[in-house]
């Protein structure tokens, strides 16, 4: 018997940066998905496939030995191996896996794609081993996955990833959940280049240190089009929506976050007829987001094509982790 365990990525609409400070980040999760398939093992190894990202192999104590890819990478799969010894150790149970992880979710793209695979990974293994994990006890236990590779995660990623669905997040203040009623699709342009959040956000604090009067009025300024976004969102107001993404780019160029190619992404989805575009994520790379009209998303994904960018066309997706038994 195996468990297949899925679960979405994610993307930042309003709020990265700013949100560090104060004020609400609003995240979207998208329908392209990470998956698990758990099995147990006659020996005690837990064993990891993932050869979408390139590698597979497994943990001997601490020691990950590769089967194919290079032994560096097995500092990916920590925040997997942490990820299940937390779920069995919470279950109280043990036993040898196999994990096969395969995902739609582009790595270090500010997709999400680590707590979706985090998520997945304690869902399956939660599920294979009988232990009718709650939502929360997934998502916690993902968590302690995610603090491996992120340090201090905000904590939106697993819960996005868990839950599906609009958050709005805001230091101290935790997570409200939301629907809306209509689709909505966007347009996400992938700038190919791989970027570290940590790395662009201690950028902004540096130069938030070293010229505090005007960095302070833009982080003011972010945490207002939060605000205003979000309720353009629970309106349906494309138009504003468009504006409120095109304005929040031109702050984050500002901080210094944005590389040439996102803004050409950017500018090409405006002329593409987009209601705006803005990077989403930390920035350094990674994605842009773009808004259209349905009748336009092959446009804009044109557009962002001839940027050399991948682009994806994706709709909230307001499903969170999902398991079911395979063979
Ligand atoms: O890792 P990303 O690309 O999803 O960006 C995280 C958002 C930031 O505001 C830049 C950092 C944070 O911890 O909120």
Redesign the pocket.
């Known amino acids: 018997m195996a468990v297949e365990a899925t679960a979405p990525g994610k993307a ?1 609409l309003f709020g ?2 700013s ?2 400070y104060r004020g609400p ?1 609003v995240v979207l999760a998208i329908d392209r998905r990470a998956r698990v398939v758990a099995e147990k093992r006659g020996d005690d190894r837990i064993f990891f496939d993932a050869l979408d990202l390139g590698f597979s192999g497994y943990f001997e104590g601490e020691t990950y030995v590769p089967v194919q890819g290079e032994i560096q990478q097995g500092r990916r799969l920590q925040a997997l191996l942490v990820s299940t010894r937390c779920t069995m150790e919470h279950l109280d149970l043990k036993s040898g896996l196999n994990l096969t992880v395969r995902s739609r979710i582009p790595i270090a793209a ?1 997709l ?1 794609s680590s707590a979706a695979i985090c998520v997945a990974t304690v869902a399956a293994v939660g599920e294979l081993l009988g232990g009718g994990l709650s939502m929360e006890e997934v998502c916690d236990l993902a968590f302690e996955g995610e603090k491996v590779v992120h340090g201090t995660p ?1 904590g939106v990623d697993n819960n996005i990833s868990t839950y599906g669905g609009i958050l709005r997040y805001e230091r101290g203040k935790g997570i409200d959940r939301f629907e809306l009623d209509s689709n909505l699709p966007f347009v996400i342009g992938n700038s190919r280049r791989r970027r570290s ?1 940590r790395r ?2 201690s950028r902004v604090r540096a130069l938030r240190e070293r010229t505090p009067e005007i960095v302070e009025q833009v982080i003011e300024a972010m945490v207002q089009v939060s605000k205003s976004g979000l309720a353009a969102l629970k309106d349906v107001n494309l138009h504003r929506l468009g504006d409120l993404m095109n304005v929040n780019h031109g702050l984050l160029v500002s901080l210094g976050v944005s590389i040439a190619k996102l803004d050409l992404m950017v500018h090409a989805s405006r002329v593409a007829g987009a209601y705006g575009a803005k990077l989403t ?2 920035g350094g790379g ?1 994605c842009m987001i773009a808004l259209s009209d349905i009748s336009n998303l092959e446009n804009v994904s044109r557009a962002i094509r001839r940027c050399r960018g991948d682009p994806y066309i994706v709709n909230i997706s307001y499903e969170g982790v999902k398991t079911r038994r395979v063979n």
């Open positions: 930042i990265e940066h949100v560090v980040a500010g999400g905000s959040t662009l956000v994520g930390a990674g």
